[in-house]
């Protein structure tokens, strides 16, 4: 529920977060669609105005979920947002997870 609780988050109160951080996942591919009607007001609306400034995405290669993973990028850059997207070795586990962490945290404090 990390990535699809993160979004859910991030684009309930838009202007609390300049930046988002999904590690592994996203939201689940049946829901993507029913996901992207509920939100699309906020999605359409901050793309033109004051999006996060940074949305940051990554997953293992062998994720059982990169399919969500891509989906979600896919489906933010169509309403205009700007997606580091990228992925790693491994699969949906701790380890990426914390090396996720690694790599992001830095990129809030430039």
Known sequence: MGGMQTLNLAFA???????VGVFSSGILVGSVPSWEQEHL??????AVKNGPKMIWVKTGSEDPFIGNTKATV??????GFSVT???STGGHSWVNWRNYL???APRLFK
Do not use: G, I, T, Y
């Open 13 to 19: 109160d838009p202007q609390r977060f300049s930046a």
């Open 41 to 46: 007001a906020v999605l359409d609306k901050l």
């Open 85 to 87: 997207f990228d992925e």
């Open 74 to 79: 896919e489906m933010l850059k169509r309403h």
């Open 102 to 104: 690694h790599e992001f």
